[in-house]
């Protein structure tokens, strides 16, 4: 089984904290959905003997598209890959653009899930953040695709924003919760390079954001989803149900993935690919049908490394099993070595052979992801 990422470049406007590639003008995507239906046709081949068990729309907004955008990459993707019949196909889409219309048209569609970019259901959070919609906006759109028949929905949900208080933070859980969400995607606010929010902590206007808010503010999210039945499957994933996002658990079982549209990477066997991070670049490049990419060889050590950091963040863990089977010994047993003082400090758990972070492990699954890194 094989997965396919679909990058939607476009925004109508630039939250504050956003790193994501996206342009605010609109002015190129008709001409950027020609350049992804040529991206496809010169692509097809890659999974010629496989079937696609998942598409995910991501970007940028996906809910810009329109219905005959839609229908037209839909018609493409169809002609070019097997698609599984049960195919999960995800459309990353933004409150302010679920309009009764807009879903009727999505559902209408191949599309069978919706990831909903809320974010907050408080005003406060969602102007700081400089997010299209308000809060009215997000509560009204989950009952309305839900009333449309949209039940495997995801909500996005971002905690550590200033001044939201743990309270504050509860109550906007408990908010997904009377709406009965099965797949709930959680993130603390980061600050990335170059984005609004950088700036403004840079030139003091703002205050560096709290670790221990966010720390504590993550204790709480996992306590509350753990109180109302929710799994956590990865350390910002928490599904009922078993409705686990297929498209995510592909990456964390280093299944193979297409990604197409600017910016999108491609995981296929031990090669890595990325495309161009440029609208502009990628429509001239597929013009004259040249693939804008690059890619590089992933070394054993790369894997070794992607398989730790993916692995330690969901609940199947890192199995020793499965590190011997694809990897040297040396590193298996460096594996062995370092993981040692986290079991002991009762970071990791073991149980026969699998290894997984401990609540308290959770918060510190970076740094105990880099010490376990090895380097070439
Ligand atoms: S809508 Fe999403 S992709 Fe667009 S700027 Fe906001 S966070 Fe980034």
């Not at 933004?94 to 974010?119: C, W, Y």
């Amino acid at each position: 089984m094989a997965g396919i990422y679909i990058h939607i470049p476009f925004c109508k406007k630039a939250c504050t904290y956003c790193d994501f590639h996206f342009s605010t003008s609109l002015k190129m995507k008709a001409d950027f959905v020609e350049a992804l239906i040529q991206e496809i046709e010169l692509r097809k081949s890659v999974f010629s003997h496989q079937v696609i068990s998942s598409i995910y729309f991501g970007g940028g907004t996906p809910s810009l598209l329109t219905e005959e955008e839609l229908s037209h990459i839909f018609e493409k993707l169809h002609q070019s890959f097997k698609i599984d019949d049960d195919a999960e196909i995800t459309l990353e889409a933004n409150p302010d653009d679920l309009t009764e219309e807009k879903i009727q048209i999505l559902r209408a569609s191949p599309i069978n899930r919706l990831s909903i970019g809320v974010q907050s259901f408080r005003d406060d959070d969602l102007r700081f953040m400089q997010r299209a919609h308000g809060a009215d906006e997000a509560y009204k759109c989950i009952k309305l695709v839900q009333q449309a028949g949209f039940h495997n929905i995801s909500v996005d949900l971002i905690y550590g924003t200033p001044g939201m208080t743990d309270e504050a933070w509860i109550q906007n859980l408990q908010t997904c919760f009377e709406l009965h969400v099965p797949h709930i995607s959680s993130y603390a606010l980061t600050v990335e390079e170059k984005t609004p929010l950088h700036q403004q902590i840079k030139t003091k206007k703002l205050a560096p954001l709290s670790e221990e808010q966010s720390a504590r503010q993550f204790e709480l999210l996992m306590r509350e989803m753990s109180h109302h039945g929710y799994e956590q499957y990865e350390i910002s994933n928490f599904c009922k149900s078993n409705s686990y996002s297929k498209h995510n658990s592909s990456y964390w079982k280093k299944e193979n993935y297409l990604g197409l549209g600017p910016s999108a990477h491609s995981f296929l066997g031990n090669v890595r690919l990325w495309n161009v991070s440029n609208n502009m670049k990628y429509i001239k490049s597929l013009s004259k049908k040249e693939l804008p990419l690059e890619a590089e060889n992933l070394s054993q050590v790369d894997r070794y490394n992607e398989y730790i950091m993916t692995s330690l963040r969901t609940k199947w863990g890192c199995s020793i099993q499965q590190l011997s089977a694809d990897h040297p010994e040396e590193l298996v047993a460096y594996f062995k070595q370092e993981i040692h003082c986290h079991v002991e400090e009762g970071s990791v758990i073991e149980n026969r052979g699998i290894y997984t972070l401990s609540d308290s492990g959770k918060l510190l699954a970076d740094r105990i992801s880099s010490d376990l890194f090895s380097i070439d």
